[in-house]
């Protein structure tokens, strides 16, 4: 068994016991939805190159606002990520991005770096959202209460949203 056939039977293997819904739509593609407390879900591809591994999430869409704090605060915390690190794509929505050995893939590697796509995208996803769409969830806030519309999945932004006078 090649190095891509053993990395893929580690996957498979892997993504089975952690009982996470996956499919593979090619040989050595996976799409994984990791749930979350924050974000509802977090959609990982993990694709089998011939030489490593390569592991993408989307996080959030480019910010309304705020775009150099938002990426000045991505920066800071890439330093402190296991695994990945945050990138853009050409329409500046942000993303997880990795690279592992094809020789690294365990199942503990495996784990180890859904665990940090998971931790880098649904934990600080509610930061991410007031600092830089605070105005759209104003607007958003703002539209529901006057058509009488639940507001309760904007419960964690009720500073962003409470009257200052």
Known sequence: ??????????????????????ESPAEGSYVVTLPGTRKLATTCSLVVGAHSLSVNAFVVRCPDENHAAVHRWLLERNTRIYGLGYALD?????????????????????????????????????????????????????WRTSRGESTRNLDAFTHLTERQD
């Open 90 to 142: 050409s329409h500046g929505d942000i993303y997880l991005a990795g690279r592992l050995p094809l020789a690294a893939v365990t199942p503990e590697e495996t784990d180890r770096l859904l665990g940090s796509v998971l931790e880098n995208a649904d934990g600080p996803f509610n930061t991410l959202l007031q600092m830089g769409f605070a105005g759209a969830i104003r607007r958003e806030y703002a």
């Open 1 to 22: 068994m090649g190095d891509q056939a053993t990395a893929r039977a580690v996957i498979e293997q892997t993504l089975r016991d952690a009982e996470l819904e996956w």
